[in-house]
């Protein structure tokens, strides 16, 4: 069947399967089949696809109309095998499926950033006050590429690479994740902060790839905020991107892959390394990570913060709302968010607004909880399986088994994103049988305790000198 498009459609009853005919114009270049098995069969769209199966109980006049329900949880990715498990005999389920072919990781734009010599990055460092001598110039390039949007729907992504100039022999390849942000011009496609944070790594000799994530730059939407499979795809498929710019523009690289992130960036950067060494081990090798000051425990150490005074209360409604964009759980803000803030608190996070600002928007106890419910409330607290805490557990990435070294850095003076998070992330991975795992204390210090702000610093200097350690010769 010749096609034009990435998406096909078959019809399932009592074990049987056909196309309609009126649909045939709009069937995709690829056959989909039932199989008396309980199978759906598709034929590959190419390398670098997910493939997302949907169902409707009936078609629209209007193809635009018909509703698609995927057959997956938005948290869960779509396969990439060319045959997936699916249940359509049950009585519910008889009607329409549909099969998706979503291309991730393919570049759709480049442009050059910025170009900065080995003797100005020497100034970088020198006016940073950290005692580094870097070995090359950078070049900075943006980058858009196709992934997964919070609902495994196609969308467009973009980030940074920061290349070594005239490095000989093939380098390295380093992730890294940001921090929290709020605003569009803080995105690493926008803020030279972020970009010069990736070409001190980079004149090192490093390809280093920092994508934006969900919401930011090129991405619309909401941002689904520490939402552990949106932050996964999104690094995945920019190292795809920048591993095809790489073999398309000269610069050669070898088989050693980092991974490195704060805050925000270091829950990223735990994603990542989980999605990388469960659903991609074909693809990349993780050569060592460094998740620094992370939450790992969003449904235990983090949850308990939101009943205390807290520095940085605007992550609350933050993750509400960027799980929101993802679970869809929040029919009417009222229901959850009492008066002002049921109609303040969203419009405020619209990529323009900082965290002063909204910090300022929340309550003057600065208990994150204040701002909910009573009712609300008091069920979250009481119920250990209310959904919004099961929808946390569902984020947590502290249980697991990474097989590549991780290096857990945190600070013990940080009140915003408490140590706790490493501690029992590392306790959990020894339990488990991982190996090769380290912590490190910046201000181990008594005298000396870093606050998350000033722990930054210090923990990125450690990962650098960690990474150095296992680079190839």
């Given amino acids: 069947m010749k096609t034009r498009h990435l998406s096909i459609i078959a019809c399932a009853v009592?074990?049987?399967?056909?196309?309609?005919?009126?649909?045939?114009?709009?069937?995709?270049?690829?056959?989909?089949?039932?199989?008396?098995?309980?199978?759906?069969?598709?034929?590959?769209?190419?390398?670098?696809?997910?493939?997302?199966?949907?169902?409707?109980?009936?078609?629209?006049?209007?193809?635009?109309?018909?509703?698609?329900?995927?057959?997956?949880?938005?948290?869960?990715?779509p396969g990439v095998a060319l045959g997936a498990v699916?249940?359509?005999?049950?009585?519910?389920?008889?009607?329409?499926?549909?099969?998706?072919?979503?291309?991730?990781?393919?570049?759709?734009?480049?442009?050059?950033?910025?170009?900065?010599?080995?003797?100005?990055?020497q100034l970088v460092f020198a006016l940073a006050g950290v005692s580094i001598t870097p070995d090359f110039g950078v070049d900075v390039i943006r980058m858009q590429y196709d992934t997964l949007d919070a609902r495994n729907q196609p969308t467009l992504a973009s980030g940074i690479i920061a290349v070594p100039q005239g490095a000989a022999g093939a380098r390295p390849l380093a992730s890294i994740q940001r921090p929290t942000i709020l605003r569009e011009d803080e995105a690493p496609t926008a803020s030279t902060t972020q970009q010069l944070q990736a070409a001190a790594l980079a004149s090192l000799g490093y390809v280093v790839a920092l994508p934006d994530l969900l919401g930011f730059g090129d991405s619309s939407g909401i941002h689904p905020y520490v939402h552990t499979k949106a932050s996964a795809t999104a690094v995945v498929d920019m190292l795809r991107a920048t591993r095809s710019w790489a073999a398309t523009n000269g610069q050669a690289l070898n088989d050693q892959l980092f991974l490195a992130g704060y805050s925000q960036g270091g829950h990223a950067t735990m994603a990542a390394h989980r999605m990388l060494e469960e659903q991609h081990a074909d693809e990349f090798t993780v050569t060592a990570s460094a998740p620094m000051a992370g939450p790992y425990d969003l449904s235990e150490t983090m949850f308990d913060l939101l009943e205390q005074p807290?520095?940085?209360?605007?992550?609350?409604?933050?993750?509400?709302?960027?799980?929101?964009?993802?679970?869809?759980?929040?029919?009417?803000?009222?229901d959850i968010l009492q008066a002002p803030y049921d109609t303040t608190l969203r419009p405020l996070f619209n990529g323009q607004n900082g965290g002063g600002t909204i910090n300022a928007a929340m309550p003057a106890s600065t208990l994150p909880a204040d701002i909910l419910q009573p009712a609300y409330r008091a069920a979250l607290t009481a119920d250990p399986n209310h959904p919004l805490r099961e929808l946390l557990r569902r984020n947590d990435l502290f249980d697991w088994t990474p097989m590549a070294p991780v290096r857990l850095i945190h600070c013990r003076g940080d009140t915003t994103v408490p140590n706790a998070n490493s501690t029992k992330a590392f306790a959990t991975f020894i339990a488990n049988g991982a190996q090769n795992i380290s912590t490190f204390t910046p201000d181990a210090?008594?005298?000396?305790?870093?606050?998350?702000?000033?722990?930054?610093?210090?923990?990125?200097?450690?990962?650098?000198?960690?990474?150095?350690?296992?680079l190839a010769p």
């Fill in 445 to 470: 210090a008594p005298a000396s305790p870093l606050g998350h702000g000033d722990c930054a610093l210090p923990a990125l200097l450690d990962a650098v000198n960690w990474f150095d350690g296992f």
């Fill in 86 to 121: 699916v249940p359509p005999w049950a009585a519910a389920d008889r009607g329409f499926y549909r099969v998706q072919a979503i291309p991730r990781g393919t570049i759709t734009a480049t442009a050059a950033v910025s170009s900065t010599s080995r003797f100005e990055m």
């Fill in 14 to 77: 009592l074990g049987l399967s056909f196309f309609p005919p009126f649909l045939t114009p709009a069937l995709a270049q690829f056959e989909l089949r039932f199989t008396n098995t309980d199978f759906l069969i598709w034929s590959d769209a190419g390398p670098n696809h997910a493939y997302l199966v949907e169902h409707a109980t009936e078609l629209a006049p209007a193809p635009a109309n018909t509703t698609w329900t995927p057959t997956i949880a938005n948290d869960h990715v």
């Fill in 310 to 334: 807290f520095d940085t209360p605007y992550y609350f409604p933050y993750l509400l709302f960027g799980y929101d964009e993802v679970y869809g759980f929040m029919t009417n803000d009222s």
